[in-house]
Structures are given as structure tokens and as C-alpha cells.
């Protein structure tokens, strides 16, 4: 099972690696970190490097496409070899997921139009300009094609789909290995569960980091991972 996770310049590096963590266990899973050229890239912040092992060139089908999500995605909008390979693995692929923002470029490749879909909560209304129906649910199934919210939802959405391909018995026991038993601190891990200036202060920490990512941005299409 060919899995394909596309990495680009600026991703936020849970959306890739949380259901990597998951995927990878499957039986059979041969994962491909796939990018426009092979070679390292940087996370949001230059923190953090993260490897493509394959170009796109070298790429043409996967069984699972995974697109992740950050500040990154805002100029491959408008890309279009970007757009033209999401397409393409799209049109033989099994499934077709996303992760927080990546679901943009699902949009912006014209593969949710009259769907539902999800993003993280910050983008949310960016899914109307490309004709998608936005919802607020963590993980969205809509055919082949599954959406999951922001960042740390891409482990829920992996879970989710290892129950399709191997079965639930399967997808609990790669739970139970990787210990994902969430237990937060704090219950404000969606905006409709966060107090106004909780929702205030995580705008503005977004803000400033899709700022500090891009120094010199373009109008603002909505922060989040």
C-alpha cells in the first residue's frame, strides 16, 4: 500500500508526522514523503527540517494521499503544478485525505466542490470560495475524500481510515501502541469549547506566527496550521 505525504516549505509538522505515526503501522505501508523536488524543507517557524524523499516527477499514483496543512499552503493556492499533481494522485488513489489546512489545496484542486469538508477553525469560511460546504467536525468523510480539522485531528482522521482499510480491531491496537489516550489539561481545544479571550489570545498567537513565517505577507486568508 503506496502512501504518499506531501511536504512543502512552511508545513506545520503534526499534520504530516501525527498520521504518519498511524499510517506507517499499517500491513503493507510503504510511505512516501513526496515534495516538488527532493531535499529538506523547513516547518512554519525554521524549526524544524523535514526530509522529501521523492519528487513529484517521481510519483505518479498512491493508494492514500495525505495533505498536510500550515502557513505554507497560502501560495500553493495558486500554484499550479502543486494543484495539477494533487489531481493526479487523486484521480487513482484510494483515499484522498487532509490535514487542517491542507484541505485548502484539495479545494484549490477542485476535488471538494459541493462536499463537506473541515479545516482548522481559523480558516474555516477560506473552504466557501472553492465550493466546499464548511463544517466544524473534527474528521469529515465525504466518499474517498476525508478532512480533518486542525493539526492534532490528523491522528483522529489516520485512526479513522486504518479502521476502513484493516478494521477496528486493527485501528485500536496501532492506537494502543502509540499510547493516544488525550488527556488534556484545559478542555478549550476547539473554539466552541474556548471562552472569548482564550479564542482572542490563540488568534493572536497565530497572527504573529504567520507573520514571524512570512515577514512580508500577502492579505491575510485566515491564519491556522
Do not use: N
Not at 505501508?29 to 529538506?40: D, L, W, Y
Request: proline share 6%; aromatic share 4%; with cysteine.
Amino acid at each position: 500500500m503506496d502512501i504518499a505525504i506531501y511536504i512543502f516549505d512552511k508545513l506545520t509538522a503534526l499534520d504530516a508526522i501525527g498520521p504518519y505515526e498511524v499510517l506507517q503501522r499499517l500491513p503493507g505501508a510503504r510511505v512516501k514523503f513526496v515534495g516538488a523536488e527532493r531535499g529538506p524543507v523547513r516547518t512554519e517557524q525554521g524549526m524544524l527540517g523535514v526530509v522529501r524523499d521523492f519528487s513529484r516527477d517521481e510519483v505518479t499514483s498512491a493508494d492514500i494521499l495525505v495533505v498536510p496543512g500550515g502557513i505554507g499552503t497560502r501560495p500553493l493556492i495558486d500554484d499550479q503544478p502543486t494543484l495539477d499533481w494533487i489531481r493526479a494522485i487523486d484521480a487513482g488513489s484510494t483515499w484522498t485525505t487532509s490535514v487542517c489546512t491542507g484541505s485548502l489545496l484539495l479545494g484549490a484542486a477542485g476535488l471538494l466542490e459541493g462536499k463537506q469538508a473541515t479545516t482548522h477553525w481559523a480558516a474555516l469560511e477560506m473552504l466557501e470560495q472553492f465550493g466546499a460546504i464548511p463544517t466544524s467536525e473534527r474528521v469529515v468523510e465525504q466518499g474517498k475524500i476525508i478532512t480533518a480539522a486542525g493539526v492534532s485531528s490528523g491522528i483522529d482522521m489516520a485512526l479513522r481510515l486504518t479502521a476502513k482499510i484493516a478494521g477496528a480491531e486493527a485501528a485500536q491496537a496501532i492506537q494502543l501502541g502509540i499510547e493516544y489516550d488525550p488527556q488534556p489539561p484545559y478542555d478549550t481545544g476547539s473554539k466552541a469549547k474556548a471562552p472569548d479571550r482564550i479564542v482572542d489570545l490563540a488568534m493572536g498567537g497565530l497572527m504573529r506566527e504567520a507573520a514571524a513565517a512570512d515577514p512580508a505577507p500577502e492579505p491575510v486568508r485566515g491564519a491556522g496550521g
